[in-house]
């Protein structure tokens, strides 16, 4: 069964320090991996879209790392804002891109 | 540039009662989805359109009827509704199906079905 694990499932840090949020997947055959961003109330809005062969993709304060070797990505924020307080949802495709297993997202709040 | 336009935002409904959720997009994306959200789950496909004038469904399909009314919008219908569905329903586009085309999400319906 295709299957998208994160992690941690919530996370508290200050404003201005950086974190690191994980995903695992078991999705086969892989197409491509996705991260999201979804503040309260609104509807997820990509945030980095990723093939096989890319390694590292950066958006911003925001750099996305993928190891298709081992079926694992990371989500890197940078100096956090208050406004990163969202709720990151990884995301991969398989079936040429048709068929999205979505994760069920980690909880980022930013604090002061 | 709107994007991509959820009505209602919020419906209380009854077992049994009906009622439709409208999308548009203003994008001139060729694919449109429904998805809905529950709490400790991940988001699952509904049904979409790969283009205009055709639908398919996808991984929950039970209880719901879409319609590609034209190439901007795309309505979801529950018949009779169940506490079941219960839900935040997102509908979402993108400039073609699958491959590496981003989806765009409207803003959701939450939906209560008492």
């Known amino acids: 069964k295709n299957q998208v694990e994160q992690s941690p499932q919530s996370l508290i840090i200050l404003e201005g320090k950086n974190c690191t949020l994980q995903c695992n997947y078991t999705v086969s055959p892989f197409s491509n991996l996705r991260w999201y961003k979804q503040d309260t109330g609104r509807g997820p809005v990509s945030l980095t879209i990723m093939t096989f062969s890319e390694n590292t993709k950066s958006n911003g304060r925001y750099t996305a790392t993928l190891d298709a070797d081992t079926k694992q990505s990371s989500l890197h924020i940078t100096a956090s804002q208050l406004s990163d307080s969202a709720s990151y949802i990884c995301v991969v495709s398989t079936g040429g891109g048709n068929k999205l297993t979505f994760g069920t997202g980690t909880q980022l709040k930013v604090e002061l | 540039n709107a994007g991509v336009t959820q009505t209602p935002k919020f419906q209380v409904l009854k077992t049994g009662q009906s009622m439709t959720l409208q999308c548009a997009q203003d994008?001139?994306?060729?694919?449109m989805y429904w998805y809905r959200q529950d709490p400790g789950m991940g988001l699952r496909l509904i049904y979409y359109s790969a283009s205009e004038g055709t639908t398919d469904k996808g991984e929950v399909p039970n209880g719901y009827n879409v319609s590609r009314l034209n190439k901007r919008e795309f309505s979801l219908r529950l018949e009779s509704a169940a506490p079941s569905q219960t839900s935040v329903y997102f509908c979402a586009s993108s400039e073609i199906q699958g491959g590496n085309s981003p989806l765009h999400f409207g803003n959701g319906t939450r939906l209560t079905v008492t």
């Open positions: 994008m001139n994306h060729n694919s």
